[in-house]
């Protein structure tokens, strides 16, 4: 009896795994070092290893493992080739051939932000919806797309790439993707913060953000939470901003609802406050009553995502 | 041996049919008028009547007939219920539903819009591709998206509305849905010739627009390929903003080709010349490649997107 699945999610620094049973339940999860030497070649063998060492502990024939997912840091097809992974160093190949090759089960890929959001759809944040949005708000801002229960990978795995949406056409500052406006500049971590900055640059107004030694976005949430008037007018720019983008893909996708994360999501409930009302008046009306929540697996979406691609496709 | 099957666009003054053959020649094509009357209740009987007419006098036999695609003027979700078409007097009912009873043949519906865009990748400007967006402007901006070869229907039937992207914060007048700055008030035919209107307004260099008794989006595109400079103006702002718009589409659901239809689209391939840029200036670089393509199906393309429904899913 097939009962049970492996999600691998592989970032710069560690691989995560979990063992998962079929109803979602993690039953396990265990990191292992990613070895980025000689252009990566060395990630898959060592995961490999990891899944058979742990089948093996536990006593777990192949006969019982439904297959294993993994979701990878950069553009992965629908076929599971991944186009130039530069974190990993890696190059173009297909990850479910050369880890089947060494693993005799079934494996299936994709993108790794991509990845989180079919976690967050499957046993998270948007559990019981076959169509959302995820939106990771950290150093950057990725994002990941359901439709119908399944991932939008696109033509060229970049699907779901909103950080991306041109947003503010008077940017002189240029984004990590060389292109200007981004709404990547504004709603990510490193947003909030350039945000506060300009807005503190402006005038002399008092506020608590003043007397922070280093600012971050935490301390823009916390003086907004704390009503400091100046970091509420930077929350107003953060939604504007971000209701903004987020009714752009809302006019191509009308998810049933928005599923945010990352570190600026630990804000919590109170962002809703200032994206709600910018996503309302942009926003095209038939796709007006799309929901808002927090995404729920944090660090581990990338896992549960990778174990629901084996079991729920 | 099933061979054909039927594609119905309903439209609010005909309903266009096409009898199609399983590789996708219309064999035949025929009208009849939309009856709005009594909220809209004859439209499905007088489709019904039509089809068996036109079975009989083909000597057609039900064992013969893959089933009936329907497009409908209005949001369709998945299963075909249609939500308040306005444009021919209809509540909220499932049309297969009331069709399958009257035809005893297999109905599947969906959005007019969306099913275009789908016959428009099954045998027009986006044959051979799975991942396309059709954009059509014409009075407004209609779009439809076709992810893996299946629409893109949205959690509730807004699914490509992307005439309603907010692209312009300083615009004063509404849009037909209210919203101010929306895609369609600048790229439509009708946008077109607000564009026109506002930057002949501004000066009085000579143009050969400012002779024409009345404006169109086609009196534009015909002084821009006279080389008009004003003209010139007026497309590369039209460009700018399309180009725009779609960069933002882009980021969302990264397509392989834009398949650009409508009343505006008749200029031809120098449309492109306008959008490209603009596109290729905000556009993710993971998205830059995909290609520009104008429609080929013209208003067929609805019938063929509704047999297709029947033939290909």
Redesign the interface.
Known sequence: MKEYAIGVDIGGTTVKLGLFDRQGQVLEKWEIPTVKEDQGSHILPDIAAAVKDRMASRGLTKDEILGVGVGAPG?VD?EGTVYKAVNLGWDVFNIPQVLQAQLDLPVKAANDANVAAFGEMWQGGGKGHA?IVAVTLGTGVG?G?I??G?I???????????G???IEDNEPDPCG???HGCLEQYASATGVVRLARRRLAQDQEPSILRSRSELSAKAVWDAVKAEDRVAVQIAKQFGEYLG?GL??????????VFVIGGGVSKAGEILFDYIRPAYE??V????R??RFALATLGNDAGIFGAAGLIINE
Not at 152 to 162: C, F, V
Not at 247 to 256: D, S, T, Y
Not at 284 to 287: A, E, R, T
């Open positions: 553009p629908t169509n994002g797309i439709v119908n399944s939008l990978t696109g033509a060229t795995g970049a699907g779901g790439e909103i991306h949406i041109h993707c060389q292109n903004k009714a752009a893909v809302a006019a191509v996708v009308n998810p049933e008046k942009y095209f009306h038939g796709c009553n799309a």
